[in-house]
């Protein structure tokens, strides 16, 4: 019995990340996160032994939004349907962080010849909240990830430039410059 798989996922291509958010209104949106509830240490797998929690919602109202970097998933374990026999519960939401955040485009295509081929990566969940009226998730806007990760490759970029000039001092500038000339966007 083999107890792990080597991975044979690939990478997301970068055509289905999306260059900002922008969901339709009621837009279905989805995730797959592994919530801390549903993992455990297995010493036989040396493994984190963990169950992915697939997940399909709505993006709560624009006016529960706290920041223009972040929008909000609803998350109600209460209201939730599964759709499995077994009848899952949904469990709370600390370690759904780092899961992507997608755009179905089912409303926006209105179901007509859908396939999940049309979805796109919206944003990151960062984190939950909950309040008197509903549990949410809030998830970083795409565009915000983007910029981030444009910024971090430059830097690493400059510095690797800058080990291999020599590791001249005071002239930072320079390699930081040839760096944004190499990396403009996430293509």
Known sequence: ??????????????????????????????MVGFPGKRARFSALARALATIAVPYLTQEAPEESVTSAEHFRLNYNPERARSVTRRGTFLPKPPGFSGSLVWDTGYVRKRGQNWSPADATVTGLVFGWSRSDQSDSLIATRIEVVRSFLIRALREEAAYFRWLERGKPRHDQLADWLWAERLITEIE
């Open 1 to 30: 019995m083999k107890l792990l798989e080597t991975a044979t996922r690939r990478p997301i291509p970068s055509s289905r990340v999306a260059s900002r958010h922008a969901p339709v209104t009621h837009e279905l949106l989805f």
